[in-house]
């Protein structure tokens, strides 16, 4: 079709109207489905929003209007964001934070140990030190102390001073711990987002966190770090009406959210309205190297190109949360808060060594856990083993939840005690699964989200906790498993994989869960020159039938679809279209995610 022509309902039917290949078994074992979408929306999307059939197909099959496509396209902070009012508690927590910093009151906050509690506390610290709050941060060490606030730490961040203190990525369910607090007449202010099975602490002067059982927010999909921006919002709110600002200027909030989209994206929030603005806000001032120590972190990473959140959950993420687990979260907060520019190389060259020390022990672990969990079938996984270092068990879990296709709890046993961390998939609570648990009395300590949980168990319970889950559970994962399907957005040719095209289908971002980056087929392909890259990943080279070649890589590759790729034999195969920034120029990358036989 000629570029400038006005593209018709036939010209989507002929571009977008290609059938899937008769295939055998996939390497995923999931059936692929052709996305379903509306002709006709996606004319109108390409002719109002000036885009190509492409991007327009794309859009409709995601169920964006003509109306609404171009505000789609250019995700805008300012027409998603709501009053932070809306949030249960935010104006007692502001009202008492405003106090602290009119009154020059030093302000302790007490941070979760990973990405989304690390980045919220930088941002809690650094915003609050720039409108004026002199700011003490503790954050716990993985293994000595565990998940939560403890009395221990609100005691250490008193001692320099603290008469109020902030909890971020936790608190909501530190019911004893802020009654000892306030009864030691500290003012306990809560930012968190976990889900909570009954009512705040009582002792708190306020919990914000969308999923307390009477938040009417609708926000229940923000991380700590969200919400953290969202105070922050509503404090800046309270300082302009008392005149804090006007002898100075008042602080550009937005600058902050390169910090709210790695706890967002590093957290698996869905990548829909509110957080979707965020996340793609926070990309751009990530793109700018507004933080300096995410700007020297990025360079070690190897960050080429315009930022996305790839790079946030796969290069920056990783190496953030190595602090918190084999050295110390203090150590990444340092990073992304220091004004000394020798001292942030140090730290970005000390998380580089921790991420890489970080993988080796992974390997140990999910090697051990992978022996444990040959032919295991039940609804829920659960695996324990002992002494498995505990800064790695999320991330073995999330490896093992791909490889199984349902959810898994990996539990570290050590002196008696079991220390676990859980990944689900789509459709499956586990969070409030484990909330459960903890209620009836079988964990020691426990909680999470849909798509992640941590407990501690009695290693006499184990089992116990294991058939609970599993009944529990069962229901859901069967219907989730049931549902599962590779969703294609189109058949496509070879030549479509294109520099141009990407950067036509990066438009439709960021992606995520809640919103999938598109998944392309290619049929009657065969792949050769196999070739391991990195860790456990495969490039090929693919050919068509008449002989059109492209670059292609599987990271992560399975078992299966390594021995399909290297099998010689006619393949459909279904992938994402990438921009290859190390090549440069047009280059252009598919990216495998499942193959199946050509029937």
């Known amino acids: 079709m000629n570029a400038h022509a006005v593209p018709t309902i036939a010209d989507v039917d ?62 805008s ?49 650094l915003h609050l030190e720039e409108v004026g709050a002199p700011v003490s941060v503790y954050l716990p060490d993985r293994i000595a102390e565990g998940y939560g606030p403890s009395i221990t730490a609100f005691r250490a961040l008193a001692a320099e001073g603290a008469r109020v203190i902030v909890t971020v990525d936790c608190g909501a369910a530190a019911e004893a711990v802020i009654e000892e607090a306030a009864a030691e007449g500290l003012d306990v202010v809560v930012f968190d987002h976990h889900q909570m099975s009954g009512p705040p602490p009582k002792g708190a002067v306020a919990v914000v966190n969308p999923n307390r059982p009477d938040d009417v927010s609708g926000l229940r999909n923000l991380s700590a770090a969200g919400v953290a921006f969202m105070a ?43 957080v979707r603005a965020m996340t793609a806000q926070g990309l751009k001032v990530l793109g700018a190297r507004t933080n300096p120590g995410l700007a020297v972190l990025a360079e070690r990473a190897g960050v080429a190109g315009p930022p996305s959140t790839y790079h946030l959950g796969f ?38 060594r921790l991420n890489a020390e970080r993988q080796e022990i992974e390997a140990r672990v999910l090697e051990a856990a992978l022996e444990k969990a040959r032919g295991r079938q039940e609804s829920v996984v659960t695996i324990a083993g002992a002494n498995w270092h505990q800064g790695v068990i999320g991330i073995v879990a999330g490896r093992l939840k791909e490889m199984l296709g349902r959810p898994v709890v990996v539990i570290s046993v050590e002196g008696g005690v079991g220390k676990g961390s859980g990944r689900s998939i789509d459709g499956v609570d586990l969070g409030a699964a484990v909330n459960a648990a903890r209620a009836d009395g079988l964990l020691l300590a426990g909680g999470g989200h849909p798509m992640a949980a941590g407990l501690s168990v009695a290693e006499n319970r184990i089992d116990q906790l294991a058939d609970y889950l599993d009944r529990r559970l069962e229901g859901a994962v069967n219907s989730a498993l049931m549902a599962r399907r590779t969703e294609i957005d189109a058949v496509i040719a070879p030549l479509a994989v294109s520099r141009r095209f990407a950067d036509l289908l990066a438009r439709a971002g960021p992606f995520g869960r809640g919103n999938p980056e598109p998944l392309f087929a290619l049929a009657d392909m065969r792949a050769t020159g196999a070739r391991t890259i990195g860790e456990g990943h495969l490039a090929v080279t693919l050919s068509s039938m008449v002989g059109e070649t492209l670059r292609a890589v599987a990271f992560r590759c399975t078992e299966r679809l390594g021995e399909m790729l290297r099998s010689g034999r006619r393949l459909h195969v279904a992938g994402k279209i990438r921009a290859d920034d190390f090549r440069g120029g047009e280059a252009a990358q598919f990216q495998i995610v499942d193959a199946a036989e050509a029937a």
Request: with cysteine; hydrophobic share 50%.
């Open 14 to 75: 002929a571009a977008w109207r290609l059938p899937l290949p008769a295939m055998g078994p996939t390497a995923t074992g999931t059936l692929w489905r052709l996305k379903e979408f509306d002709a006709r929306e996606a004319l109108a999307i390409a002719q109002t929003a000036g885009v190509e059939l492409t991007a327009a197909r794309v859009l409709a099959a995601r169920g964006v209007r003509a109306q609404s496509a171009r505000a789609h396209l250019s995700p």
């Open 77 to 125: 902070l300012r027409q998603e964001m709501p009053d932070p009012y809306v949030l249960a508690d935010m104006e007692r927590a502001t009202a008492r934070l405003a106090r602290a910093v009119l009154e020059g009151e030093r302000i302790g906050v007490f941070g979760d140990y990973d990405v989304d509690g690390t980045t919220a506390a930088a941002l809690l610290k």
């Open 232 to 274: 922050m919002v509503a404090l800046n709110r309270r300082l302009r009406q008392a005149g804090h600002f006007t002898h100075a200027p008042e602080p550009d909030l937005k600058r902050r959210l390169d910090l709210v989209a790695l706890g967002l994206v590093c957290d698996v929030m869905e990548l829909k309205g509110l």
């Open 315 to 352: 290069l920056l993420g990783p190496r953030l949360n190595a602090a918190g687990r084999v050295g110390h979260a203090r150590l990444a907060l340092e990073l992304l808060t220091t004004g000394d520019a020798g001292r942030r190389a140090v730290l970005a060259d000390q998380l580089n």
